[in-house]
């Protein structure tokens, strides 16, 4: 991979922090916006923390310009609004277009469905059933973040991963779709790692990859 600047939004989220982690250890340069920037514990002279959160349009122009792509992994926390992933995305879109930015990979759930590949089990459609009856707004976010991006004309890639789980990374995951070549699982730092390599690969440009164990 070679080595770019990028801007990062969820830093701070436990996804987040291992993708940074991840990004510095590689040698990129990293621009990342945190709205607490003492939660983040990485130093580096390659690393620039930009204060603000998503919503705040001039914060993401600050986070974005310079760079070379965009990695989201940013999602609800308490307090959040309903719509904090549609909303924060379209801010994070605006700011790449005026900064000539065309490559984000940004990072969702199982729940989001890709009709065109997904076959969902029996298990994979009660969880999805689930996610709708206990976190509709979440789900409906998700959604629309997507249409966001899929209106956007940029070089978007939605990873999509099962059930997150901190365990040790193995440097081996499955990449398909639910229901294939897929399980129920993955650790927090092999789905980082995968985040990470999408900022060169193009292989799912405008897909929604399903990563697991």
Same mark, same amino acid.
Not at 40 to 62: C, F, Y
């Given at each position: 991979?070679?080595?770019?600047?990028?801007?990062?939004?969820?830093?701070?989220?436990?996804?987040?922090?291992?993708?940074?982690?991840? +990004?510095?250890?590689?040698?990129?340069?990293?621009? +990342?916006?945190?709205?607490?920037?003492?939660?983040?514990?990485?130093?580096?002279?390659?690393?620039?923390?930009?204060?603000?959160?998503?919503?705040?349009?001039?914060?993401?122009?600050?986070?974005?310009?310079?760079?070379?792509?965009?990695?989201?992994?940013?999602?609800?926390?308490?307090?959040?609004?309903?719509?904090?992933?549609?909303?924060?995305? $379209?801010?994070?879109?605006?700011?790449?277009k005026r900064e000539q930015i065309t $490559?984000?990979?940004?990072?969702?759930?199982?729940?989001?469905?890709?009709?065109?590949?997904?076959?969902?089990?029996?298990?994979?459609?009660?969880?999805?059933?689930?996610?709708?009856?206990?976190?509709?707004?979440?789900?409906?976010?998700?959604?629309?973040?997507?249409?966001?991006?899929?209106?956007?004309?940029?070089?978007?890639?939605?990873? $999509?991963?099962?059930?997150?789980?901190?365990?040790?990374?193995?440097?081996?995951?499955?990449?398909?779709?639910?229901?294939?070549? +897929?399980?129920?699982?993955?650790?927090?730092?092999?789905? +980082?790692?995968?985040?990470?390599?999408?900022?060169?690969?193009?292989?799912?440009?405008?897909?929604?990859?399903?990563?697991? $164990?």
């Amino acid at each position: 991979m070679t080595n770019t600047t990028i801007a990062l939004f969820g830093a701070t989220g436990r996804t987040g922090r291992l993708v940074l982690a991840e +990004a510095l250890a590689e040698g990129h340069t990293v621009r +990342a916006l945190a709205r607490r920037p003492e939660a983040i514990t990485e130093a580096s002279d390659r690393l620039t923390i930009v204060t603000g959160d998503v919503l705040d349009t001039a914060a993401v122009e600050q986070t974005v310009r310079g760079t070379d792509a965009v990695l989201s992994v940013f999602g609800h926390v308490k307090g959040s609004p309903p719509t904090v992933q549609t909303d924060g995305t $379209r801010n994070i879109v605006e700011a790449m277009k005026r900064e000539q930015i065309t $490559r984000i990979v940004s990072l969702s759930g199982g729940g989001l469905p890709a009709e065109e590949h997904d076959r969902p089990g029996v298990a994979d459609r009660v969880i999805r059933l689930l996610l709708k009856a206990l976190s509709p707004q979440v789900l409906d976010d998700a959604k629309g973040h997507l249409e966001v991006l899929q209106d956007s004309g940029l070089d978007w890639t939605v990873v $999509r991963g099962p059930r997150l789980t901190d365990a040790p990374a193995t440097g081996s995951y499955r990449v398909g779709w639910v229901g294939v070549n +897929a399980s129920t699982q993955i650790s927090r730092g092999d789905l +980082a790692r995968f985040i990470l390599t999408q900022v060169d690969d193009r292989q799912f440009v405008r897909e929604l990859p399903f990563v697991s $164990r």
